[in-house]
């Protein structure tokens, strides 16, 4: 197999790979931030009724409300914390990063001798195509102004000979 495509297949598969471990990432941020947010809501709702019983004159039950809320405000800080230590690439997905970028480097490499290559194919077309317009146009009517008068000499003679 071709040396570019296999480095073209690594920088494609190490692209995805990437792609996956960040989605995976972001899935689980986004989990750990529902969760945390359902925390703080369920929360505040054991607040309003501490309030709600403080106001009734409801002493214990207004504790229980109020000792309810704090455990879910805590609960609330436990997801946020995971974020934080989730938040950064593994070893793993460090790895990654260091093989697509080499690959990214030797197709870039690649491409520029491609690059010089074609230059140098089209430097080449260019010289044999001033080489053909010396040959038809040279200083007397070129190689063309001496052979114009033979050749149809030459080819009544190879007809003949058939």
Avoid: H, W, Y
């Avoid at 214990?60 to 609960?75: E, M, P, Q, Y």
């Avoid at 946020?80 to 990654?96: C, D, H, I, S, Y």
């Amino acid at each position: 197999m071709n040396e570019f495509i296999v480095k073209l297949r690594i920088l494609a598969r190490a692209e995805v790979t990437l792609f996956k471990a960040d989605a995976n990432r972001r899935a689980n941020q986004a989990l750990l931030a529902a969760i945390s947010i359902g925390c703080v809501f369920v929360g505040l709702v054991f607040v309003n009724m501490g309030l709600f019983f403080k106001l009734t004159e409801s002493e214990i039950d207004s504790r229980a409300a109020f000792i309810l809320a704090a455990g879910n405000f805590g609960l609330a800080v436990i997801p946020f914390l995971l974020l934080r230590r989730n938040a950064k690439p593994g070893p793993e997905e460090t790895m990654v990063r260091e093989i697509r970028e080499m690959a990214a480097a030797e197709i870039s490499k690649d491409l520029a001798e491609i690059t010089e290559e074609i230059g140098a194919v089209g430097d080449g077309i260019k010289q044999l195509k001033s080489g053909i317009s010396s040959f038809t146009r040279g200083s007397g009517g070129g190689a063309m102004g001496v052979l114009g008068p033979v050749l149809p000499l030459v080819i009544d003679l190879l007809k003949k000979g058939k």
